[in-house]
């Protein structure tokens, strides 16, 4: 008898068990093969599995599939049939060989109900375990799980579980499988709302959890908001977001993980986190509270806010410094290109993150005004320092002979945001590196466009001196000016109207200045933006655009006249000369019709400008007096009176425009 026992719990007992004819010998079988398959011993495990196989299990898993809370205590004793039934396929599940088999993967249905029957303790844990495993082992596997109806029935157990349950680090984990491998877009935009409906679930997770579940739902969180795949999840959050505290709990998380001591991996990943929630929530996300007082407000807004400012400063400094190194003053090696590509991934999250704290700083918000005194002159003198380091960066560049690079490109976007709110910061090195800023290119890009494009707003502002556009003009900076003009446009085909204003703008400066430097400028050089200017402005078909163009292109014909203009002129833009004079007609219309406002136009100083520069051009243009002088606007006025002193007088008011019109009259046409 004593030999029979100590022989009862051997592989060959077990197994001879499970091959018995009844179910009570399959019981005792699997009962003896629940000890067995508890480590790592894949032979035995594939060898219960051909013993038994599959069917069986389907049979325990109806006997087991109870609800202890609706059904006597009887029936509730069936219980561990489940319970042992779930151990053995966990086990089986563990050998991947046996995970991708069809007769296991056909279980899933049966698993994902048995889920949801059976949500919390160790059936759970081993039932996540079961579909993980399946959806880790084969394509197929993973396809039938996120077929099936595993997604939402994790939704609803993160959504209606503690914050301290075992299961859910694997709760997570599977969400994370079913969301970012081969799920199609259609199956996201089905999923959608139950998975936005898990995220302030996982962000209270992120908010209180102080283990390696914290970075679980950290990466999870990341993935929600840096995948394309993942859209309709995040338009589905947009909705849920008003009345919800998840934004506070992620900022609580992302607080505590860059306090911490992890590992700074995780303290990049939690600035990605923060740099998607600025962007998803507004950039006054930032300034949310930490801290929760009793009645559940938050409080301290400006913590989390400098907090933030600091780390991101420390490591732009460190990262640049590493870029450096690695781009201008090593010998470049395949290790290095790996690592280089992650240092510039962390830079632009870094960037993206400072851009977000100028835009709060700058836009002066409730919010930002509710900081205590001193708060914002603080992030200010830090964002200061760390543009010092970015112009370093750029000199050092320029100094090796570097133009192109997305890295390159990035630090010239975030100069020209910072400069744009503080003209007068860094100025001697700003100018000093301005040529050089314009030739910077991204990588695939072969015009530097996109460099001019961050740096037009900086440049209105600094053009309006003499000595920055005389610089500009001696290494040919208007012509890029114009070069972009030329070539920008939206998706669309439009031009961009915000864009072509601020380039405008420039052109306007330096223009105005002509005077002082009549020898480095030609009107040949602007002949390119007559075209694309006055096609925005006809499209636009508002004053502002109107006489902002109207200025620039009289300003561009005061260079010349019109004999020697035409003859430099291709005949195409020949033709659109007389579009030029329609726009200049239309300007002084909306002029004349400005007088019966109540209030001052923001056009008058542009129509100032306009009219002025317009009469002396009247001798040298004898086209563009023909064409005031016979315009659709002027006979109207006229009624068939002649452009007398009197008739001129009852036309307008304005100086200007009178004296256009006595010129009209005195000059023969």
């Keep these: 008898m004593a030999g029979t026992q100590r022989s ?20 005792v079988g699997l009962l003896l093969a ?56 966990a086990a089986f599940c563990r050998v991947p060989d046996l995970a991708s088999l069809d007769d296991i993967i056909s279980m899933v249905p049966i ?10 303790g160790p059936i759970a844990m081993d039932l996540y375990e079961c579909l993980l495993e399946i959806a880790a082992a084969s394509e197929k596997g993973l396809v039938c799980v996120q077929d099936s109806r595993a997604l939402p029935v994790v939704v609803h157990y993160l959504c209606n579980s503690p914050t301290d349950v075992d299961c859910i680090h694997l709760a997570v984990k599977l969400l994370q499988i079913l969301l970012t491998k081969s799920m199609t877009e259609l199956k996201v935009a089905e999923h959608a709302e139950d998975v936005a409906l898990a995220i302030p679930a996982l962000a209270k997770q992120l908010a209180v959890q102080q283990n390696f579940l914290k970075i679980e739902v950290l990466h999870f969180l ?17 909705i849920a977001i008003q009345n919800s505290s998840w934004p506070t709990d992620v900022r609580i998380g992302v607080e505590q993980i860059l306090c911490s001591p992890m590992a700074i991996e995780q303290k990049h990943l939690a600035m990605e986190l923060a740099e998607a929630m600025a962007e998803f929530c507004g950039g006054i996300w930032l300034l949310g509270s930490v801290v929760l007082d009793k009645e559940g407000k938050g409080k301290q807004t400006e913590r989390f806010f400098m907090l933030l400012v600091k780390t991101v400063q420390i490591e732009t400094t460190v990262i640049l410094s590493e870029i450096a190194r690695l781009q201008f003053h090593s010998s470049s090696t395949n290790s290095d290109t790996e690592l280089l590509s992650r240092k510039q991934r962390i830079l632009a999250t870094c960037f993206a993150l400072l851009e977000n704290i100028i835009n709060v700083i700058a836009d002066g918000s409730d919010e930002t005004f ?33 133009t192109k690079g997305d890295v390159l490109l990035a630090s010239a976007r975030l100069v020209g945001r910072f400069l744009a709110d503080a003209p007068a910061a860094h ?8 040529q050089y800023l314009f030739s910077i290119t991204a990588d695939g890009e072969e015009r530097p466009l996109l460099a001019v494009h961050f740096l037009l707003p900086v440049l209105c502002q600094v053009t309006v001196e003499v000595g920055v556009c005389e610089a500009m003009i001696l290494w040919d900076g208007h012509k890029q000016i114009i070069e972009y003009i030329v070539h920008v446009k939206s998706p669309t085909g439009r031009a961009i109207s915000g864009l072509m204003i601020e380039s405008c703008d420039i052109l306007l400066n330096i223009l105005q200045q002509r005077s002082r430097f009549p020898d480095q400028i030609s009107a040949s050089d602007f002949v390119p933006v007559f075209d694309p200017l006055v096609n925005w402005a006809v499209n636009a078909n508002r004053a502002m655009e109107i006489a902002l163009v109207s200025s620039v292109c009289l300003l561009v014909l005061d260079l010349t006249n019109e004999y020697d203009l035409v003859n430099t002129m291709q005949v195409a833009s020949v033709n659109s000369l007389s579009n030029v004079f329609d726009l200049i007609i239309k300007n002084l219309e909306l002029c ?9 136009a923001e056009e008058d100083d542009l129509w100032e400008i306009s009219v002025s520069v317009c009469v002396g051009l009247l001798g040298r243009y004898p086209s563009l007096m023909k064409a005031i002088r016979y315009s659709a606007w002027l006979q109207q006025l006229l009624v068939n009176e002649n452009l007398s002193e009197t008739t001129i007088r009852n036309i307008t008011s304005n100086q200007s425009l009178c004296l256009l019109l006595s010129s009209l009259a005195t000059q023969s046409i």
């Design 592 to 600: 004349q019709q400005s007088e019966h406002l109540e209030e001052p």
């Design 427 to 434: 100025r001697k090195q700003f100018l000093k590196l301005l």
């Design 34 to 89: 629940a000890k067995l398959v508890r480590g790592d011993d894949t032979k035995s495990i594939l060898e219960i599995f051909d013993a038994i196989g599959i069917r069986f299990f389907y049979r325990l898993f109806q006997s087991g599939r109870v609800d202890p809370h609706v059904l006597s205590s009887g029936m509730a004793q069936e219980q561990p049939y489940l319970q042992l039934a779930v151990t053995i396929i």
């Design 370 to 402: 509710m900081m205590r005194e001193g708060i914002p002159e603080r992030a200010m003198a830090a964002l200061n320092e760390t543009i010092c380091i970015v112009l370093d960066f750029l000199q050092d560049a320029k100094s090796n002979g570097v």
């Design 111 to 120: 698993l994902v109900q048995s889920l949801a029957e059976n949500q919390e």
């Design 222 to 238: 990341c993935n929600i908001f840096a995948s394309d795949m993942l859209v309709p999840v995040r338009l589905a959050l947009k």
């Design 8 to 27: 009862a719990g051997t592989l060959d007992d077990c197994l001879n068990f499970l091959r018995g004819s009844t179910d009570e010998q399959r019981l």
